[in-house]
C-alpha cells in the first residue's frame, strides 16, 4: 500500500517513518507536515493509506479529510484521547495515541490491509455495466472500526436510523453503520432488493407476506410508503412474485 505521514512533529514522522520501513507490504511515497500540501500529495501518489496527525496548524487532520471526495484509508495519529468519536463519523480505519508502540502500529496497519484486500476483491468482482446487471454477491460495510463482509443473500432488510443505519440479518442479528439509505440502495443488486419506504429497503425473496400494504418479513411488519407503492407492486407484477 502507498502511505503517506502527516503530522507537524518532526520526531513523530521520523518515527512512523521507521516503523513503515519494516513492514515490506507499505511503501512510503512521501511525509509532510502541512495539511494543505498533504491533498496534493495524496492525489499525485495515488496515496491509498493515510497516516494523520489531528491537531495540526492551518487545517487539522479532521478537517483536512472532509475535504477529500474519495478519502484513502485513514490511520489518525494523536496525542490526544477526545478525537476517537470524530475518527470513527470519519470511517478512519484506526486510532493511535501517542507515543505509538509498535505492535500497536502494526495491529493497526494489518486492519488496513485486510480492508484493502477486500476493496480489491469487490472491486474486482464489480464488472457491469448498467445497475440492471449488477449482481455484488456480498457488501462491505464498516462497523465498530472494522470492515464488515455480509453476503447479500444474508440480508432481510435495511432501516434508516437518522445518520445510521440498521442492516438486519437472517440469523436475526443486526449491524449499525453511519451511512445513507441512498448509497446501499446504488450498492446492493437490483434484481433481490428493492426500496419501499423512506426508511426502509428489503430482500424481494424473503417478503412472507404484504398485508395492507405493510410487508411481513421474519417477525417485522414494514410500510410501504404512499410513494412507493405504485412502483413496489409493479414490481412484484412484473417479476411473477406474488
Known amino acids: 500500500m502507498k502511505c503517506l505521514i502527516v503530522d507537524d512533529e518532526p520526531l513523530a514522522v521520523d518515527i512512523l517513518a521507521s516503523f513503515v520501513e519494516k513492514v515490506p507490504h507499505l511503501e512510503l511515497c512521501a511525509t509532510t507536515n502541512n495539511a494543505l500540501e498533504a491533498i496534493e500529495l495524496i492525489g499525485k501518489h495515488q496515496i491509498e493509506l493515510l497516516f494523520l496527525d489531528i491537531q495540526m496548524p492551518n487545517l487539522s487532520g479532521i ?19 477526545n478525537y476517537a468519536l470524530d475518527g470513527f463519523e470519519l470511517n478512519a480505519v484506526d486510532y493511535l495515541l501517542k507515543p505509538i508502540p509498535f505492535d500497536r502500529f502494526i495491529k493497526a496497519v494489518n486492519k488496513a490491509s485486510d480492508i484493502f484486500q477486500l476493496k480489491q476483491q469487490s472491486s474486482e468482482k464489480q464488472q457491469p455495466t448498467t445497475k440492471d446487471q449488477a449482481e455484488n454477491t456480498f457488501i462491505l460495510v464498516k462497523a465498530d472500526y472494522s470492515m464488515i463482509r455480509i453476503e447479500v443473500d444474508n440480508i432481510l ?75 413496489f407492486y409493479q414490481r412484484l407484477d412484473k417479476n411473477k412474485i406474488l
Open 63 to 81: 478537517e483536512l479529510v472532509k475535504t477529500l471526495n474519495n478519502p484513502p484509508l485513514i490511520i489518525f495519529t494523536t496525542a490526544y484521547s
Open 157 to 231: 432488510y435495511i432501516e434508516g436510523l437518522k445518520d445510521y443505519l440498521k442492516i438486519v440479518l437472517v440469523t436475526g442479528k443486526a449491524i449499525l453503520t453511519l451511512n445513507s439509505l441512498k448509497n446501499y440502495e446504488e450498492k446492493l443488486p437490483c434484481s433481490k432488493f428493492v426500496r419501499v419506504h423512506r426508511s426502509y429497503i428489503i430482500a424481494i425473496n424473503k417478503i412472507d407476506s404484504i398485508q395492507k400494504h405493510r410487508i411481513l418479513i421474519g417477525k417485522e411488519r414494514i410500510p410501504i410508503g404512499e410513494n412507493f407503492k405504485e412502483p
